[in-house]
DNA sequence: ACCTGAACACCGTTCAAGT
DNA sequence: ACCTGAACACCGTTCAAGT
């Protein structure tokens, strides 16, 4: 988890990049992406907008900034837990990877803003750490070279909008946050909804518009890990099973 | 494919939503997610910023009506070459996900602001479209139906991550759009860049670095569709193998 | 009913001026 | 070297006024 830092600065110490940065997550997690305002910013600070701006070229390196330090913090838990002979004795790659998702799925869940930004940044680094610490678990599968890429990019790509999903129906009942009883609630609404759907459009959707309300977010999660991990192992005992 | 319209609108027509519409796209597709401005829009259409207001409540709705605009248009394309005996005789459901999936990931790639705006807006109607066809097809899979809604899941996060990241490398390279030459230059710094990093930290990305240069970048992605297709089957086949 | 365009309350960013 | 805060060029949105 981040560095919190009180509400109000203490003055004496000096600005700086990491104190920047601290301050930008906070108001990100209270305000979301609209609510990283660099007068706003300034005011917590007790500072200048201008003042900023020597520590940090801009808004953009500024959101890249805070949403590394997120991701690097969650991979240093999350690969703490998986490999610490605290946990469990030793690991197996498929515990490691379902511990390195979730990892991820709640630290999305804890700053919704961190989604969208990593979407957003191509190969930048924070991707990259999460590809790394992926892709090492593949390996140990014995995932054959050529698909190792292919099995890793599968898992990130669903964890990332899996995530995502997720962190935009929490923020979709606007009114409490961290309330676990409203986003049951949330999804009782959207069922409600998907049941009403007209029959000849949306036959899928009606027909599964039920099975949403109980289920468990994380668990749910998991489901589609395991789904992947299974689709990885099988891929690469029978390689190229499917012609295009 | 959205309706193109001519550069400088001709002012005998009225205003409408419809017009309106087309015209953010053009400037989305040009200018991206900041090039869409009220102003510029408003200049565009011959007529002043308010005007707008009449014909859209703002900003965001304008955003979800462009974005549900495209990808109606790419599930009307795709839907029909997959189900048309134009195309070949009786497509398999493995065939008519493959061709539902390019079909996303060909309209990311032309408008690339699509992306982070389908990942956006939770589950709204474009999304609730996508997964409707995916499900389908998932269910003439002959998947149980307590699997039905992680199997389609599973697929929407892939494909909606990996057009995502495709059309953000090709935005990588800021020079030229639509060239493939220069795309495959920008994968080839990637891949120079991969291959210097810290051997310690990295040892994964490395390894996979040399494989980059020389992918199709939508044979990759159907790879990965395939991946996550002998998952659902097999997974369906044998019924929570994997604990967690 | 539909359009105009000035005006309001914001932004990110710059930069001369201070210490 | 680091900070200040006014100023610039933009935004989305509103709204009295027109037709």
Redesign the interface.
């Known amino acids: 988890m981040a560095t919190r830092t009180r509400r109000t600065e203490r003055r004496e110490e000096p600005l700086s990049r990491e104190r920047i940065i601290g301050a930008a997550i906070e108001l990100l997690d209270r305000a979301g992406e609209s609510g990283l305002t660099f007068r706003a910013l300034a005011e917590r600070l007790a500072t200048g907008p201008g003042a900023i701006y020597w520590h940090v070229t801009g808004k953009d390196e500024l959101l890249s900034a805070a949403t590394d330090a997120v991701v690097a913090d969650t991979l240093a838990a999350a690969g703490a837990a998986a490999s610490t002979p605290a946990d469990t004795a030793d690991a197996t790659p ?1 515990e490691a990877i ?1 511990a390195l998702a979730l990892g991820v799925f709640d630290a999305i869940d804890d700053h919704p803003w961190v ?2 930004q990593l ?5 930048k680094s924070p991707m ?1 750490r999460v ?2 610490h992926l ?2 678990q ?2 140990a599968l014995g995932i054959p ?10 898992l ?3 964890i ?3 995530s ?2 997720n962190a ?2 929490t ?2 009942a606007p009114a409490l946050q961290p309330g676990a009883a409203n986003r049951t609630e949330f999804l009782a609404t ?1 069922s409600a909804v998907w049941a009403k759907l007209d029959p000849d ?5 009606r ?2 518009a039920d ?2 309300p109980g289920h468990d977010d994380r ?2 999660f ?3 890990i ?7 192992t ?2 690469a005992a029978t390689p190229s ?2 012609p ?1």
């Open positions: 498929q379902r989604g969208p979407a957003r940044t191509s190969w990259l590809m790394e892709g090492r593949v390996q070279i050529a698909a190792q890429f292919a099995s890793a990019s599968a990130m790509y669903y990332l909008g899996a995502n999903q935009a129906n923020a979709g959207v459009e949306y036959p899928f959707i027909t599964v099975q949403l668990a749910e998991l489901t589609g395991d789904l992947i991990l299974a689709g990885i099988t891929s099973s499917t295009h």
